[in-house]
């Protein structure tokens, strides 16, 4: 059964009946808000929402990052399938895979973040949400439905850290400005 998210939630990501998640999917979706034109008529905008996963070490530096320039982790155990740039279709519109235990112990915290490439604020993007997925079974673990209304380009999502010997996850959900995850790096850092 999923968990809805509120802003801040800490979820662990232990498996019911024991042991801890090892592979999982952070996927992205949205679709576009039609944009009134003459006559009232809506026309689709295009909207390029971006995922990216930035790895942290112990001490809140950026040890590595994944995002739409380059898919891949340094050590191969985070891997973005690639960029969409218009959001049409059902379910996940870009995701991240994540291996947790190829994850490198130097690194404690991924840290997950969405933002408009193309500049449109959240109030111009409809059904917008991320979610986490177990990959063995297929089950929906988090799932965190992002606002559609906020003068705000881009969102600090959530949060995967390591929890003693297994991970946890927290929902962020602070809301920033940029077009790229560098933009958003200073945000980021209050939650480390």
């Not at 509120?6 to 024991?18: C, F, T």
Request: negative net charge; glycine residues 14%; charged residues 20%.
């Amino acid at each position: 059964m999923s968990i809805s998210l509120q802003k801040g939630q800490k979820v662990s990501l232990a498996k019911p009946g024991g042991g801890t998640l090892s592979r999982v999917k952070m996927g992205l979706g949205w679709d576009a808000v039609a944009k009134k034109g003459l006559f009232g008529k809506g026309k689709p905008q295009s909207i390029d929402l971006d995922a990216s996963c930035l790895l942290f070490d112990a001490s809140g530096n950026l040890a590595d990052q994944v995002w739409f320039r380059q898919l891949r982790s340094k050590d191969g155990s985070v891997q973005h399938t690639g960029d969409n740039l218009t959001g049409e279709g059902e379910g996940d519109d870009e995701v991240i895979n994540v291996d947790l235990q190829s994850v490198p112990e130097g690194v404690v915290q991924l840290v997950f973040t969405v933002n408009s490439f193309t500049g449109q604020d959240f109030s111009q993007i409809a059904g917008a949400f991320c979610r986490l997925v177990d990959e063995s079974t297929g089950q929906e673990i988090a799932r965190y439905d992002l606002s559609g209304a906020g003068q705000h380009n881009a969102q600090i999502m959530a949060k995967v850290s390591r929890d003693g010997q297994g991970w946890s996850m927290t929902a962020i959900g602070a809301t920033a400005t940029g077009r790229t995850f560098q933009h958003l790096l200073p945000a980021v850092a209050t939650h480390l």
